[in-house]
């Protein structure tokens, strides 16, 4: 079974690009059908979704960040990368990476907190 691990600093200045690393183990991120999403969870509200990456490499993001959004992937590290740049307070948030497929999510990482001061 696949299982994401998220890994990234848990601070960042406001202005500055935020980027996580989602490491995925006990399977490729290449397989086919298989989508890579990260969602974040701020304090005291809901899961919000990012975006994608897909098996592909082709992405997706959610339009309300889609401005400042960017996921890549190394398929030689089994890895993608979020990158959200000109974060502000309002971007601290429970950050996850999970995989997706056949219409659900699966497995998701532990998370990580990301805050966003100075």
């Known amino acids: 079974q696949v299982q994401p691990q998220e890994s990234g600093p848990g601070l960042v200045k406001p202005s500055q690009t935020l980027s996580l690393t989602c490491t995925v183990s006990g399977g490729s991120i290449t397989t086919n059908y298989y989508y890579w999403s990260w969602i974040r969870q701020p304090p005291g509200k809901g899961l919000e979704w990012i975006g994608y990456?897909?098996?592909?490499?082709?992405?997706y993001y959610s339009p309300s960040l889609k401005s400042r959004t960017s996921i890549s992937r190394d398929t030689s590290k089994n890895q993608f990368t979020l990158s959200l740049s000109s974060v502000t307070p309002e971007d601290t948030a429970m950050y996850y990476c999970?995989?997706?497929?056949?219409?659900?999510?699966?497995?998701w990482g532990q998370g990580t907190q990301v805050t966003v001061s100075s």
């Open positions: 999970a995989s997706y497929y056949d219409l659900n999510f699966g497995s």
């Open positions: 990456i897909g098996y592909s490499g082709n992405t």
